[in-house]
C-alpha cells in the first residue's frame, strides 16, 4: 500500500520541475500541519505565524501542485514520446492495467485529488475564521493598526470583534470585506496608505447592521448620570467637579426625547456636509409626521456647495464616531488618572507637571518614555528634593502611568498626536454636538436647531468645589445665584415629571 502512494510520487517527480513541484506541495503540507498543532495547542498565538499557516504556505501547496504537470508537460516536450509511452516508462503495468472503475494509477490520482482539495477547503476556512480575529487584524500589519489596537484594547468593546462593527453579517459584506481588506495588504505592502489613516470610514457598514445588533433603539436608555472632576494646575492640583444628567432617552417609551431621538424608528436626520469630514454642514434635514422634510440651512455656509453628494442619513457612529478607538485628550487623561489614584495628588503641582511631560515631545514611545521620566525626575529633584525619599514610590507609579497613556495614544509612526482623532460625543472645540446645533442652521422662519445648555444634559455642577453644588439653594451672595436657581429648577422639574 505504502509502496504504491511512493511509487506515484516517484512516478511524478519526473525532472527538475516535478521535483519542485513535490517537495514543495509536500513540504508545506507537513508544516501547516505542524503549524496548525502547534497553534490548536495554543503555543503560537501570533498573527505572523497564522499569515504563514493560512496564507503563505496553502499558496506554496498549491503553487507545487500547479509544478508537477508542468513539469510532466516540459518532459513530454523533451523526450517527443506519446503520454501513454511515458506513462509506461513511469509506472508498472500493473498500475496502468484498465479495470471496470478505471486504472490503479486513475485512482491514486483520484485520491489524491480528494485530499488535496479537502486540505484547502480546510486550510481556506480556518483562514477566514482566523482573520476575522481581532489578533489578526490588530497585529498583523503591526505599525499600521497600532493606534486602533491600543485603543481597542482598552475599550468598552475590547470584547467585541472588530468584524462586528467593520464588517458585519451576510455574504454581501463578507466579499466586501474581503476585496477592501485585499487592497489593504497591498496598499500595506507598497507603503500607500495615508498615515494617519483618514477618517470618517466610509466603508463601516450601516449601524443598524452592527451596533444595533447588539444595543437595539427600542430599549429604554433612561438617563445617565456622569460626574467629571478636573483638576487645577495649582500646587494641590484641586479638583473641580462637573455633573451632568445626560438625557439619554430615545423618547418613545416615555414621551420625552432625548438624546437618542435622532436615531429613533420613527425620526431620521440627514445631512449634507461641505467635505467628507462631515464636519461643516451646509444642511440638516428633519422628518416630520407626514414624511416631508424640514430643512435647516446653514447661513454662514449659502454660496458653497458640497464636494460630492455627501449627503448622509445621521446613525449611532455620526455622535459615537470614537466608540472604541477613544484616544484621550491629554488634559482629560490625566485628571482620570489622578482620579483613579494612579497619579498621587500630594505631589506637588503634579497635574501641571504630568500633562507637560506628556505633550512636551511627539517621538517614538521609547524615546518618549525616557523624556517623560526624565522631565518628571528632574521636576521633583529640583524643587522638592525632600519628596524624592518619601515618595520614591508614587513618583514610579506616576511615570510608569504616563508612560502607558502615551503609548496608547501617541503612535509617532502612523503620525497620531494627541488631537488626531477628535471625539464627536460632545462638543469640545465647538466640534461634536455643536456642528449642528448651533445658531447658524436655521430654518425657513429663521430660528435655529435648538441649543440651550440643558436641552441635552441637566447641569448640576460646572466647575465647582462639589459635585452637586447647584442641587443646594443658591445664596443670594453667591454670584451665579439666579443661573443656579435656574439649573436646580430644571433637573428637578425634568425628573419629576
Ligand atoms: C464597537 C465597534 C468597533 C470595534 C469592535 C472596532 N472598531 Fe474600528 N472603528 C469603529 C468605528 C465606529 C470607526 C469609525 C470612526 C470614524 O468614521 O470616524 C472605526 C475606525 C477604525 C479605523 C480607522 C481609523 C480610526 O482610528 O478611526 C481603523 C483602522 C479601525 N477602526 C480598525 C479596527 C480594528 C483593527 C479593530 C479590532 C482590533 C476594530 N477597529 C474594532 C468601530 C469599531
Ligand atoms: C457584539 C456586540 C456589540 C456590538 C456590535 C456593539 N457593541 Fe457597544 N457595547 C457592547 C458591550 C458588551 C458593551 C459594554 C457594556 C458595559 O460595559 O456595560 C458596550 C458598550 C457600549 C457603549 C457604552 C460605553 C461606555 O462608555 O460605557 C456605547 C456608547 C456603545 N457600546 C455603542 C456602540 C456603537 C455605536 C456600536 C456600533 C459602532 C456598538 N456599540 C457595537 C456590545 C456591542
Ligand atoms: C445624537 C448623538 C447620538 C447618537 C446618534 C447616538 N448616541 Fe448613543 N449616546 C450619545 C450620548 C451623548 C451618550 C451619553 C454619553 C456618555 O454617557 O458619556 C450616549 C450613550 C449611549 C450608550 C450608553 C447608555 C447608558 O445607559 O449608559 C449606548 C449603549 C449608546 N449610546 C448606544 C448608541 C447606539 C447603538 C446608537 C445608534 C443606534 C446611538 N447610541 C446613537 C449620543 C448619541
Ligand atoms: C447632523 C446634525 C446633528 C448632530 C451632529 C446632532 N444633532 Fe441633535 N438634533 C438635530 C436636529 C436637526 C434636531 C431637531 C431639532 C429641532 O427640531 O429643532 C436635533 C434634536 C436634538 C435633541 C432634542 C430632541 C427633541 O426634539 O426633544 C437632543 C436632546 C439632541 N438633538 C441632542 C444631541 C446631542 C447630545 C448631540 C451630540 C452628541 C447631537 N444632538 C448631535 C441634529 C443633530
Ligand atoms: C446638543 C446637546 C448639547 C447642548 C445643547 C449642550 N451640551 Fe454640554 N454636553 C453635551 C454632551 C453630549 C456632553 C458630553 C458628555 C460626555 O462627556 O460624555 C457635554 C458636556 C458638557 C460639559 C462637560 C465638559 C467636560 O468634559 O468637562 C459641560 C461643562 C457642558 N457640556 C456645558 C454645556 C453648556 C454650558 C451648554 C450651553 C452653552 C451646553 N453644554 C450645551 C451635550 C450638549
Known sequence: MKEKYLNFIRGVSINKTGKTGVVLATSSFVAMLFLELLRVMGVLTNAYIGLITYLLLPTLFVIGLIFIPIGWIKYKKFTGKTTRELLERQFTDDELQKSNMGSKLIRTVLIFTL????????????????????????????????????????????????????????????????????????????????????????????????????????????????????????ENSTPRFTTLVLKIDSGEDVGKSGIHWHIDQANSVRYSSIDDKRQEMLW????????????????????????????????????????????????????QRIRKGLLDRSLPYIKREAFGALISSFTTTDKAKEIIHNRINGFYREKYPDLLGVKSESLDKAISTLQDVYATNVHYNMNVDWGAYPSYLGHKAESGCFRCHNNNLIDENNIPIKSDCTLCHSILANGSAEPFSYLKQATNAARDSVMHEYLRAEFLEFFAE
Not at 458640497?306 to 482629560?332: L, S
Request: contains cysteine.
Open 115 to 234: 485530499l488535496n482539495v479537502l486540505f484547502l477547503a480546510i486550510a481556506s476556512m480556518r483562514m477566514l475564521n482566523f482573520m476575522d480575529k481581532p489578533v489578526f487584524c490588530g497585529t498583523a500589519c503591526h505599525s499600521v493598526m497600532g493606534p486602533e489596537w491600543a485603543t481597542y484594547q482598552v475599550s468598552p468593546h475590547s470584547r467585541v470583534a472588530c468584524v462586528e462593527c467593520h464588517v458585519g453579517e451576510g455574504v454581501g459584506a463578507l466579499i466586501d470585506s474581503k476585496l477592501n481588506g485585499t487592497w489593504q495588504m497591498i496598499s500595506v505592502t507598497l507603503d500607500l496608505f495615508e498615515r494617519p489613516i483618514p477618517t470618517p470610514v466610509h466603508q463601516l457598514r450601516p449601524a443598524r447592521e452592527t451596533c444595533e445588533k447588539c444595543h437595539w433603539p427600542e430599549k429604554f436608555y433612561g438617563s445617565r448620570l456622569k460626574s467629571i472632576v478636573h483638576y487645577d494646575k495649582d
Open 284 to 335: 440638516v434635514e428633519v422628518k416630520q409626521e407626514d414624511g416631508t422634510f424640514k430643512k435647516f440651512t446653514n447661513r454662514k455656509l449659502v454660496d458653497n456647495e458640497a464636494e460630492d453628494d455627501n449627503t448622509r442619513i445621521m446613525d449611532c457612529v455620526d455622535c459615537h464616531n470614537r466608540v472604541t478607538h477613544i484616544y484621550e485628550d491629554p488634559h482629560d487623561a490625566v485628571d
